[in-house]
């Protein structure tokens, strides 16, 4: 008899044996030099699985509506306009986010299945001053893959920041914060990532930008320096202890690192 059901659906999906084991080791102490080290590995290794040499990742406990949340809740101020680029459920619920957190959200949608043209995209945020633009890279809801390039490419040419949900898609999907210009991005750990849901892995990626210039629909935001740069920690090779979202961390970077190899 099996220790359990196997899970057929999207997330959480199933934790791979190696992952297990590293979950099942003695606790650490969070005031651990080898915690320590380990946790700035996570940190390393995030900005690879991002394609974000220069951002600046952060890793807190937590489901991924709460990463969705931190990751707008820190460029959005009440009165400030976003257009949510919809393509199902999560969509809806990241403009109820932004809703709660006091904008004027416009929503950008489809028919059931469908993602909303870019020019649809350029219009919406064309129209009036816009700071944010949302995407859900991959909708759980409705499996829509949104084309995150493009949208992003869009809120530069008009002043926004873009913000993209990859809970869903990370790991799994190709994504290039830093080439493709995505300013915040955020994902959790029960889907392409591999690790048990709520555990200490929710990923938000952030671009430091001067946020005085980011004012709504501010061309001269993008005039100044765009990105700081910040020293990746550096953390030697670490064998010692293995938190449990380094083991999966290891391998979609690998997965990543192999299918970059297979195209070359
Ligand atoms: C695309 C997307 N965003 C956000 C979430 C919310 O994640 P959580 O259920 O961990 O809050 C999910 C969950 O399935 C999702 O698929």
């Known amino acids: 008899m099996t220790e359990r059901s196997l899970l057929m659906i999207p997330g959480p999906i199933e934790v791979e044996p190696e992952v297990l084991r590293a979950v099942g080791r003695a606790a650490p102490s969070h005031m651990d ?25 952060f890793v807190v406990a937590g489901s991924g509506t709460l990463a969705m949340e931190l990751a707008v809740a820190n460029v959005i101020e009440p009165g400030d306009r976003a257009v949510v680029v919809n393509t199902g459920y999560f969509s809806d619920r990241m403009g109820a986010i932004l809703e709660r957190l006091g904008a004027r959200v416009e929503h950008v949608g489809a028919p059931v299945g469908g993602a ?9 945020v064309a129209a009036e001053p816009t700071k944010l ?7 759980t809801s409705t499996g829509v893959l949104a084309d995150v390039e493009g949208c992003a490419r869009i809120a530069r040419a008009h002043g926004a920041l873009s913000a993209v949900d990859g809970v869903c898609a990370t790991g799994g999907e190709r994504f290039l914060q830093d080439a493709w210009g995505v300013d915040v991005c955020s994902t959790a750990s029960q889907k392409a990532i ?7 892995f929710v990923g938000v990626s952030l671009f430091l930008r001067p946020m005085k210039k980011c004012k709504a629909g ?3 935001r993008d005039s100044g320096p ?3 740069t910040l020293e990746p920690p550096r ?15 290891d391998r979609v970077r690998a997965r990543r690192l192999g299918r970059r190899a297979r195209r070359l």
Do not use: K, N, W, Y
């Open 33 to 57: 030099p080898d915690f320590a080290r380990a946790f700035g590995r996570a940190l390393s290794r995030m900005r690879e699985v991002f394609v974000a040499p220069t951002g600046q990742p």
């Open 116 to 124: 909303p043209d870019l020019a649809e995209v350029e219009r919406a």
């Open 226 to 228: 765009t990105r700081a």
């Open 194 to 200: 591999g690790v048990p849901h709520s555990a200490p």
């Open 133 to 139: 633009v949302t995407i859900t890279h991959v909708d």
């Open 218 to 220: 501010d061309p001269a």
């Open 235 to 249: 953390c030697p090779d670490e064998t010692t202890l293995l938190p449990r979202p380094l083991a999966s961390l």
